[in-house]
């Protein structure tokens, strides 16, 4: 069992930064690949960001690509991602979550464990 918990989510202005930050517990979360989803009111799940297992791989939505930046620290059992240059259609609930592959995934039914968000605004 893995518990995964989110934090660093708040209210920025458009052009802002902010890092989220998630924290692994349970089983270790080493060899799996972690990702990041987020979901808008009214709208369906989406994937963000990807990394694998061993932080040499990365994937993007090409909605985020070249202003957020996803990473892991395994001895800390954390992941990050750092968002830059915020525009308000970044808002939503961001979800960090484990695979069941060891390697970079954008389908959300890959991925077994999910935490319970972190709230992102983004003002114009």
């Known amino acids: 069992q893995v518990q995964l918990v989110e934090s660093g989510g708040g209210l920025v202005q458009a052009g802002g930064s902010l890092r989220l930050s998630c924290a692994a517990s349970?089983?270790?979360?080493?060899?799996?690949?972690m990702g990041w989803f987020r979901q808008a009111p009214e709208k369906e799940r989406e994937f963000v960001a990807a990394?694998?297992?061993?932080?040499?791989?990365?994937m993007y939505a090409d909605s985020v690509k070249g202003r957020f930046t996803i990473s892991r620290d395994n001895p800390q059992k954390m992941v990050y991602l750092q968002m830059n240059s915020l525009k308000p259609e970044d808002t939503a609930v961001y979800y960090c979550?484990?695979?069941?592959?060891?390697?970079?995934?954008?389908?959300?039914?890959?991925?077994?464990?999910w935490g319970q968000g972190t709230q992102v605004t983004v003002s114009s």
């Open positions: 349970g089983r270790t979360v080493s060899s799996d690949g």
């Open positions: 990394v694998s297992w061993n932080g040499g791989t990365t």
């Open positions: 979550a484990s695979a069941t592959t060891s390697l970079t995934t954008a389908q959300a039914t890959r991925y077994k464990y």
